[in-house]
DNA sequence: GCAAATTGTTTGAAGTCAAAACAATATGAG
DNA sequence: CTCATATTGTTTTGACTTCAAACAATTTGC
């Protein structure tokens, strides 16, 4: 919150202490990497991969356990997986405790997951292509740091 | 994309290969920096904050370099600068091109930011509390590397 | 002087998320 | 076993953020 950084080329305006803000970083890093994802992976939010991806290393886990698993409210969930299960790439069943589904991959969900990791491999080369093996590794153990 | 860490303890899920991609730290720490981030400065929320301290950072700018310079439309930031004028923190002036108006803070505004610089430099060490002052200046560097 | 570009704006839409209240179901104490 | 309590998924409502297209006012450039 103290030195003053050059201006920036592209817009000319004086940044302020922003770029000295590891919140503010983080921001224009995650703009920038969800934007080639979205473009690697069209039709599905990064989100919503993810999603499938944490249904895929937990066949049949329950709506609330995958809501708390990626910090959202229980009711926001129910949405997001009625858009998967629209587009057929997950199902829910009904599990022994009656009161929860139990949420699957489909044939397609898991088809397509197939092919986004191919999209997604690409994409984490371009994201880390400034950096060297090293750096990748020393940035993700930072950001785990910093993200509990 | 290959190998399969360790379940997080939290929630006894198999989070996957998401641990090993940039892009999902990325959105992991910044969702624990932005929520510290809005506990630290209630009633305006970071991007807000963020808006202040380049109005500051630039007096007079016209809301067009503005919405580029935070990589959003022209026509968000009609909103956003209603919000902020609405709480009297900034104001718009007709500019010598009367198309534009130049933003400029209010004296609230002001008053405000600089009750928030110091309740960030707060929010920033508490982010950076498990990293070394090297550490926290290598993970800026690398993530400028990232983000444009 | 006049076509073309720029600026701020309005309108409409989409996407994401949380909080509260509800029915169905399960659990646990007695 | 019974009945109060908790949990799960859901619906509804609302907030927030963003973009795209169309528009009038104004400036710029040929």
Redo the contacts between chains.
């Keep these: 919150?103290s030195r003053?950084p050059l201006k920036?080329p592209g817009?000319?305006?004086?940044?302020?202490?922003?770029?000295?803000?590891?919140?503010?970083?983080?921001?224009?890093?995650?703009?920038?990497?969800?934007r080639d994802?979205a473009a690697s992976v069209p039709g599905v939010s990064?989100?919503r991969i993810?999603m499938l991806?944490?249904v895929?290393?937990?066949p049949g886990?329950t709506q609330s356990?995958?809501a708390?698993?990626v910090?959202r409210d229980r009711s926001t969930m129910v949405g997001v997986l009625d858009q998967l299960e629209a587009k057929r790439l997950v199902e829910r069943r009904k599990g022994a405790d009656r009161r929860t589904n139990g949420v699957w991959l489909t044939r397609a969900g898991r088809s397509l997951l197939a092919r986004a990791?191919r999209a997604?491999?690409d994409h984490?080369q371009r994201?880390?292509a400034?950096?060297s093996a090293a750096?990748?590794a020393?940035?993700?153990e930072?950001?785990?740091?910093?993200?509990?």
Tied chains: 1, 2.
């Design positions: 919150m003053r920036r817009t000319g305006l004086d940044p302020g202490p922003l770029p000295g803000l590891i919140g503010y970083r983080l921001r224009l890093a995650q703009q920038t990497v969800f994802f990064p989100g993810g991806l944490l895929e290393a937990n886990v356990r995958l708390q698993a910090g990791k997604i491999a984490e994201v880390a400034r950096l750096e990748r020393k940035l993700l930072l950001l785990g740091r910093i993200g509990a």
